[in-house]
């Protein structure tokens, strides 16, 4: 199941990167939560698809030309550990920015149902190996 949800991971990323949204929101469950790290958006924790697509809005209204890089993604039970970087520049400074995030990714009948972002690696490095 582990490499499954990698996958799934995966196309996830590529379709956000290729700017197709539907492909990406179809793999969240209907009922997902993403928890923020206060990092780029407010703390704060988005409900359901609706409050995805609000989320990837709010990132939208200040920065253009964003991209997500994956440094490693590994399975772990039902849930993947992901290291990327998103890069990109304000809309109005024109700054190129660089951020990297971890995400615990947690899955339940081959959708995803929560993410949680961190500002630093320890949760993937509590996580140990990959199964």
Known sequence: MSQENVGIMR?????????????????????????TSGE?????????????????????????ELSILVSEIRGVGDKVLVDMTFTGRGKRSKA?????????????DGLIVRVKS???PTPLEAAGPPE
């Open 11 to 35: 196309s996830a990323i590529d379709a956000w990167n290729r700017g197709d949204r539907a492909e990406a929101l179809a793999a969240y469950a209907p009922e997902v939560e993403w928890h």
């Open 40 to 64: 780029f958006v407010d703390e704060r924790v988005y409900r359901g698809r609706a409050g995805l697509e609000r989320l990837w809005a709010e990132l939208e209204e200040d920065l253009e």
């Open 96 to 108: 190129r920015f660089e951020q990297s995030f971890w995400y615990t990714v947690t899955f339940r």
């Open 118 to 120: 961190h500002a630093d």
